[in-house]
């Protein structure tokens, strides 16, 4: 069974702080790592996506990747109201996706 | 330009009922696949396709059938549905191989079984 942890929240963040959203996986063989956002009601929307160790940036949005740990991280920076939603991390193995359960993040004005 | 649509976006129905999810994309995207949400759970697939004709089991296919006779539909019924299978479920589709390209989400259905 692969699996695809995240912490779960709720993650509050004063509005301009950082916000550090974790994801760990299970399955070494996994290539390629996501982030979506989800807002309540609403369907997943990609942030971002890494296919190599390092740090992917993206805007205010910065994906940072560790196989060798099978460690996956967003940052958001200078957080806004509007970045408040759920993320859900997923992992891309073989044609599948497995998704992590996502962690609730509120940005406070 | 419309994407990925599902039909309908609410449905309820009751225990041993048939129930068909629609699910309609209009980029020719090869991969289609359906998950369903569920608190606690987060996004789970129950069935994926790579092209028309060609389907495979995801990790939850159970009390499920889908079918692909076109690249642009990929329909999920229930064949008696049953109360665990009140959820929201979320049609995807990708350009390329499943796992290495972006999956785009429709908007969902909310299903209730009674």
């Known amino acids: 069974q692969k699996e695809v942890e995240q912490n779960s929240g709720p993650l509050s963040v004063p509005e301009g702080a950082i916000a550090s959203l974790n994801c760990t996986y299970s399955d070494r063989g996994s290539q390629s790592f996501f982030w979506y956002r989800q807002y309540s009601g609403k369907s997943p929307e990609l942030i971002m996506s890494i296919y190599s160790n390092g740090d992917k940036e993206d805007g205010r949005f910065t994906a940072q990747l560790n196989k060798a740990s099978q460690y996956v991280s967003l940052l958001i920076r200078d957080s806004q109201p509007s970045d408040s939603a759920t993320y859900l991390c997923?992992?891309?193995?073989?044609?599948?996706?497995?998704f992590g359960t996502g962690t609730s993040l509120t940005v406070i004005p | 330009d419309a994407g990925i649509t599902q039909s309908p976006r609410y449905k309820i129905t009751e225990t041993g009922r048939q129930v068909t999810l629609m699910c309609h994309q209009t980029?020719?995207?090869?991969?289609m696949f359906w998950y369903r949400q569920d608190l606690g759970h987060g996004l789970r697939l129950i069935y994926y396709s790579a092209a028309a004709d060609i389907t495979d089991k995801g990790e939850v296919p159970d009390g499920y059938v889908v079918s692909r006779s076109k690249t642009e539909n990929f329909p999920l019924t229930l064949e008696s549905a049953t109360r665990s299978q009140t959820s929201v479920y979320f049609c995807?589709?990708?350009?390329?191989?499943?796992?290495?390209?972006?999956?785009?989400f429709g908007p969902g259905t909310r299903l209730t079984v009674l």
């Open positions: 995807a589709s990708s350009e390329a191989s499943g796992s290495a390209d972006t999956q785009y």
């Open positions: 980029w020719s995207h090869s991969y």
């Open positions: 997923a992992v891309g193995t073989g044609n599948q996706f497995y």
